[in-house]
C-alpha cells in the first residue's frame, strides 16, 4: 500500500509531483474508494460553482490536453495517497460558512471519474453534511459513472473542449463522442450543467467548432450557463519543470474580440454564455 499522507491546502497553481511513486496506472485507480490521490485543495468563489466553495484536486486524468494548466495532476503517483475520511472530516469542519455562503463541494482535478470510488465516496458525505455538489469533468469516462453517483451531484462543469472531432483529438488526444454522449445523458436526466471551453487562438477557435459546440448544447434545458474561458499561460512554468515539450509555448491569450465573437456565436444559438 503506497504511504499515507495529508492532503495539503495550497493552490492548483502549485507544482506537485512524485508523491505516491507506489500507486497504480492510472486506468486501474480505485478499490473501495476508501482512500485516494489528491492533489490540494483550496477555497474559491464562483468560479468552481455557485457561492464559497471547496475544491478538491484529485489525481489522475487519461485526457492529455494540449492547453493543461495542471499536467502534475495526470498521473496518480504524482499526488499525495489520503483518506476519504481525512478529506470528510475536513469538509465537515468548513461545512458551516459553505452554507452560509451558498457554495459547496467542487472535486476537480486531474479528473474526478478516474477514481470514481473515492470521488464517489466524497460526494455521497458531502451530501450527508448537507452540501451542494459538483464535480468538473471532461466527460470522457461518464459511461463508467453510475446513477448513484449521479444523485450525488447537484452540478456537473462539464468541459467540451471542441465539438470537431478532429480539433478535440488535436487538442485532448481522445475522442470527442463519451463526452457528447455525457452530456446527452445529463441532459435526458436535467442534471444541471455548466458546459466549459476553453478558448485556445489557433486550436479550438474556429468559427465552425464553436459554432458545433453551441448548436448541440442550446436544446439543452439542463445546461444553466456556457463558460467561455481564455486560454493563458500560468500552467506553463509546470510543463517546463515537468520536462515536458509544450505545445502551446508560443500561444498568445484570445483577443477580446475573438472573446465576444465566440460569446456571441453561443448567445446567438440561445445559450446563456458568459
Ligand atoms: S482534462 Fe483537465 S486535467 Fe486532464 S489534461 Fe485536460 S485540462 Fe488537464
Redesign the pocket.
Known amino acids: 500500500m503506497p504511504h499515507l499522507g495529508h492532503i495539503e491546502a495550497g493552490s492548483r497553481h502549485d507544482l506537485r509531483i512524485g508523491l505516491s511513486p507506489d500507486a497504480p496506472p492510472d486506468d486501474e485507480a480505485d478499490g473501495d474508494g476508501a482512500f485516494g490521490y489528491a492533489h490540494s485543495y483550496e477555497s474559491s468563489s464562483r468560479y468552481d460553482g455557485p457561492g464559497l466553495r471547496l475544491v478538491l484536486f484529485v489525481s489522475g486524468?487519461l485526457?492529455?490536453?494540449a492547453?493543461?494548466?495542471?499536467?502534475d495532476?495526470?498521473h496518480l503517483k504524482d499526488g499525495t495517497y489520503v483518506s476519504a475520511k481525512e478529506v470528510l472530516d475536513r469538509l465537515a469542519s468548513f461545512a458551516g460558512a459553505l452554507k452560509a455562503l451558498d457554495g459547496g463541494l467542487t472535486i476537480s482535478?486531474?479528473?474526478p471519474m478516474v477514481q470514481l470510488a473515492f470521488t464517489g465516496r466524497i460526494l455521497a458525505g458531502a451530501k450527508r453534511l448537507g452540501l451542494h455538489t459538483a464535480i468538473e469533468t471532461?466527460g470522457f469516462l461518464g459511461d463508467k459513472a453510475s446513477d448513484e453517483y449521479l444523485a450525488n451531484l447537484d452540478l456537473v462543469l462539464l468541459?467540451i473542449k471542441s465539438f470537431d472531432p478532429d480539433t478535440y483529438r488535436r487538442a485532448?488526444e481522445r475522442d470527442v463522442a463519451p463526452t457528447l454522449r455525457f452530456a446527452e445523458r445529463l441532459a435526458s436526466m436535467g442534471k444541471p450543467v455548466w458546459v466549459r471551453f476553453t478558448l485556445v487562438p489557433g486550436l479550438t477557435d474556429e468559427p465552425a467548432n464553436v459554432e458545433g459546440i453551441a448548436r448541440f448544447v442550446a436544446p439543452m434545458k439542463n445546461v444553466e450557463w456556457v463558460e467561455v474561458q481564455p486560454f493563458h499561460q500560468l500552467g506553463a512554468f509546470k510543463w517546463e519543470a515537468m520536462k515536458k515539450r509544450y505545445p502551446l509555448s508560443d500561444t498568445k491569450p484570445p483577443t477580446p474580440d475573438v472573446i465576444e465573437r465566440v460569446l456571441g456565436q453561443f448567445r446567438d444559438a440561445g445559450c446563456h454564455a458568459r
Open positions: 486524468c485526457l492529455r490536453c492547453y493543461c494548466h495542471n499536467p495532476t495526470w482535478g486531474g479528473e471532461s468541459d485532448t
